[in-house]
């Protein structure tokens, strides 16, 4: 007796059988379980080649939209037990000619399930391991990671049953070059995995002893940023990316504004410039507008005193996160970075305190050195910058010279800050 063929050597065939779905009493058609910010939803029907019924369309949606804006969560994984990921619809829903409220929930429901997964805050990435057919194939599409198994192959077989794969062409058509979609649709033909990575169907294709670890390895990674962020950005990719390149860019510009005004957005700035790992709130609220971190370029420009080794002639620059303004108490506190010491230097000059628009910029010197761990490092004030002549771009008063010659006394102090306090010039002194 001939042996039976796999699956995978007869796409066509597990693409079209029917499937009918577990009625009541019967095993739950999709399991939820997560771990470590990672939900896996498993299509658990591989005796109907997880077709996507409408009972299994209902499961995957519950367990799609379960708690999705708890923090915990933070990535999606679709997987199936089986040789087949999903043949796609159940044609027995579909074999009657007169049932059109049925047929017309069945395929609504489909298309809201395929939005759904690119409107959901989180990323949502397709694990497969056999055939994903029809619907199927759609949902792999849809996702927005895709990694397969070398065995794993996708087609739209509609075609050859009289049922063309329409709804499964939207998503087809916004994952593949056009000519590439349509073969698939006009003849049926199976793409095989490396054929789909290759036209940007799937991103990853590992032998399938190493799916579930690639799979969890990219999970991983994103569960290491922040939630906000990625809901912001993805949210922001799928609006633009059906727009004209103008008006792309305007959303896109108007998004980064509205990114750095969250908490989490500041948050990985500061650690960034302090070189140390960020904190994640993985909240939408903004940053308090009282506590908003000011990215300041400091330039040291070192001129050596009398008696001092030309070796001492050099200029480094370091960038600093001075954090917690406060306007009430005209303070702020500063987050360094690395530094450097420089011994018996000369102060020059303190000028070209500039207002334009809404930035400022300025060239400030040390005023006082701070005794640390026996490391004398510079503070910085700038007393009224309000009494800035707008029209020669002097300081007229306020600011005093320091004695010279002084250990890291020589500090020329270029910043530039975003005021973001209703155009308050009220600062009465800047401290670090």
């Not at 989180?122 to 397969?148: E, H, M, R, W, Y």
């Not at 910043?415 to 401290?431: C, I, P, V, Y």
Request: hydrophobic residues 35%.
């Amino acid at each position: 007796m001939a042996a039976r063929l796999s699956p995978l050597q007869r796409p066509l065939r597990a693409a079209l059988s029917s499937a009918a779905a577990a009625g009541g009493g019967q095993a739950p058609l999709t399991e939820r379980r997560q771990a470590g910010g990672v939900r896996t939803i498993v299509l658990k029907n591989p005796r109907r080649r997880n077709a996507l019924s409408l009972p299994m369309l209902q499961s995957l949606r519950r367990d799609l939209l379960h708690d999705v804006q708890s923090r915990e969560l933070r990535v999606i994984v679709i997987a199936a037990e089986g040789p087949v990921f999903s043949s796609g619809h159940d044609l027995k829903e579909l074999s009657s000619e007169d049932d059109v409220k049925h047929h017309t929930q069945v395929f609504e429901l489909c298309a809201e399930v395929m939005t759904l997964i690119q409107k959901l805050p989180v990323p949502v990435i397709a694990k497969v391991n056999g055939l994903a057919t029809a619907a199927g194939c759609q949902l792999v599409a849809s996702c927005d990671i895709a990694v397969a198994s070398e065995k794993s192959q996708f087609a739209t077989p509609g075609v050859n049953i009289g049922l063309f794969c329409s709804t499964p062409g939207v998503a087809l058509g916004r994952s593949l070059p056009r000519k590439v979609a349509l073969e698939m649709l006009f003849t049926g033909e199976p793409l095989s995995a490396h054929e789909a990575l290759m036209h940007g169907l799937v991103s990853k294709v590992v032998p399938e002893d190493k799916l579930e670890e690639e799979t969890m390895k990219i999970s991983q990674k994103i569960c290491e940023s922040s939630k906000s962020v990625l809901a912001l950005g993805k949210a922001t990719f799928y609006r633009q990316i059906t727009q004209d390149l103008d008006t792309a860019y305007k959303i896109t510009t108007k998004v980064m504004v509205d990114n750095l005004t969250l908490r989490d957005g500041q948050e990985g700035i500061e650690a960034f410039v302090q070189k140390r790992k960020p904190v994640w709130s993985h909240s939408q609220e903004e940053k308090n507008r009282n506590n908003i971190p000011i990215v300041m370029q400091i330039s040291y420009r070192v001129t050596p005193s009398s008696g001092q080794v030309s070796t001492l002639q050099e200029s480094v620059k370091r960038t600093l996160v001075i954090s917690q303004f406060s306007p009430d108490s005209h303070t702020v506190e500063e987050g360094w970075g690395a530094h450097s010491l420089f011994k018996a230097t000369t102060v020059r000059e303190i000028y070209n305190f500039k207002h334009q628009e809404s930035r400022y910029s300025g060239l400030c010197w040390s005023s006082r050195g701070i005794q640390t761990n026996n490391i004398e490092r510079p503070a910085l004030e700038c007393s009224k910058p309000s009494q800035v002549n707008k029209k020669t771009d002097k300081v007229t008063s306020g600011v005093q010279p320091l004695q010279e010659p002084m250990a890291m006394g020589y500090r020329l102090c270029q910043f530039r800050a975003q005021q973001l306090l209703d155009n308050s010039h009220q600062w009465t002194e800047w401290k670090m």
